[in-house]
């Protein structure tokens, strides 16, 4: 019974990972682009040492709805940031939340 509540809810989970593309990263912030207010891109660098450059949505905001300015604190204090991104057919990330 284990076996079939496990696959279960793996083939549940990847389905919905698949449906609309999109996936989770957690990650530090080690770059920052854009002015004080705007942000036009960041880069995050995974526990595995990979990095994703990635864009924000228009609008996005953190989920206790900070501005997206607060990547600069997170690039300051070296505290990881979760975020659900789509990576667009031109190669490009577009990042859809930002969670602390």
């Known amino acids: 019974m284990r076996w079939r509540v496990g696959s279960l809810s793996l083939l549940l989970l990847l ?21 004080i207010t705007e942000v036009d891109g960041f880069l995050l660098r995974l526990p595995t040492g990979e990095t994703i450059r990635l864009r924000p949505a228009d609008g ?33 990330a577009v990042a859809y939340e930002l969670t602390d």
């Open 60 to 92: 996005v905001f953190f989920h206790d709805n900070a501005p997206i300015g607060h990547l600069r604190d997170h690039l300051r204090s070296g505290e990881t940031v979760e975020v659900v991104y789509e990576i667009l057919s031109d190669g490009s």
């Open 15 to 35: 389905s919905f990972a698949c449906s609309d593309g999109r996936q989770t990263a957690r990650g530090i912030v080690i770059e920052v682009e854009g002015g």
